[in-house]
T-cell receptor, first 113, second 113 residues
Framework: EAQVTQNPRYLITVTGKKLTVTCSQN?????MSWYRQDPGLGLRQIYY???????DKGDVPEGYKVSRKEKRNFPLILESPSPNQTSLYFC????????????FGAGSRLTVL | SQQGEEDPQALSIQEGENATMNCSYK?????LQWYRQNSGRGLVHLIL?????REKHSGRLRVTLDTSKKSSSLLITASRAADTASYFC?????????????FGDGTTLTVKP
């Protein structure tokens, strides 16, 4: 089944404890992207990747890192999480950027205490 | 600020009625997409309309695009309880990095049986 898989789905952590949210797609998509969703603010783009080893900042990149060493994986790294990073995170991918349909993962709900 | 803004924020109708939600955006776009999100889940693509198109249909969905007004509308006809969800527009703006995508805040639709 074609899908985007995120892990973990739920995580409660404490301020400053590094964590990684993994994202993997099995559709050979070139484009991948991370979003966070907060009440009243819709989805905001954190980082995106046009292809392997090519990443760029979205609208809210502060406090996050990403890497794209393989085509299928696009992990989101929070080096020192803070409470304002408590959010629902979504990974998405598409064949190419632009006018292409995004396939979303199921989401990762992160709470930082 | 968000490129796309949906209106209304919330909409409640009876089953069988039509639901109309609107999206306004600020800058010229290449295309506009509508997505649906069931509570807390990943977004699912509904329909894409390009800047040179004025109207598209898909089943009970009808999307219009007015580039002169920088707005789009999504009409769901003969609504069902299963249509209860949040609906988001996403724009791919001209003269921005191809990988940047912007989502609106969403319209929450409730269809009462």
């Amino acid at each position: 089944e074609a899908q985007v898989t995120q892990n973990p789905r739920y995580l409660i952590t404490v301020t400053g404890k590094k964590l990684t949210v993994t994202c993997s797609q099995n559709m050979n998509h070139e484009y991948m992207s991370w979003y966070r969703q907060d009440p009243g603010l819709g989805l905001r783009q954190i980082y995106y990747s046009m292809n392997v080893e090519v990443t760029d900042k979205g609208d809210v990149p502060e406090g996050y890192k990403v890497s794209r060493k393989e085509k299928r994986n696009f992990p989101l790294i929070l080096e020192s999480p803070s409470p304002n990073q408590t959010s629902l995170y979504f990974c998405a991918s598409s064949f190419l950027a632009g006018a292409n349909v995004l396939t979303f993962g199921a989401g990762s709900r992160l709470t930082v205490l | 600020s968000q490129q796309g803004e949906e209106d209304p924020q919330a909409l409640s109708i009876q089953e069988g009625e039509n639901a109309t939600m609107n999206c306004s955006y600020k800058t010229s776009i290449n295309n506009l997409q509508w997505y649906r999100q069931n509570s807390g889940r990943g977004l699912v693509h509904l329909i894409l309309i390009r800047s040179n198109e004025r109207e598209k249909h898909s089943g009970r969905l009808r999307v219009t695009l007015d580039t002169s007004k920088k707005s789009s509308s999504l009409l769901i006809t003969a609504s069902r309880a299963a249509d209860t969800a949040s609906y988001f527009c996403a724009t791919d703006a001209v003269n921005t990095n191809a990988g940047k995508s912007t989502f609106g805040d969403g319209t929450t639709l409730t269809v009462k049986p």
